[in-house]
């Protein structure tokens, strides 16, 4: 359990090595903490990744780029 006063020492100590190299580095393993909950998050819940793939193809439906006019064409067809 984590007290009030503990999350604000967390708070007041990200805001103090924001932007040093120290800083750099935590957020570096903050990063790959991320990455590796997700991962598995997204290999064991099945609705989590079918809620994902859904946002991940509205999303790419939605892009500006040259080739999406068609991408969106065939959806419409599909």
Known sequence: MVTEAQKKANI????RIKGTPQ???FLEKLRQYSKK??????????????HHLAV???????LNDNDQF????????Q
Request: positive net charge.
């Open 12 to 15: 007041q100590y990200r805001k």
């Open 23 to 25: 800083g750099e580095i």
């Open 37 to 50: 909950s997700f991962n598995k998050r997204y290999n064991e819940d099945l609705i989590f990744r079918a």
């Open 56 to 62: 991940a193809n509205s999303r790419a439906y939605y």
């Open 70 to 77: 068609l991408r969106a064409v065939r959806k419409l067809y």
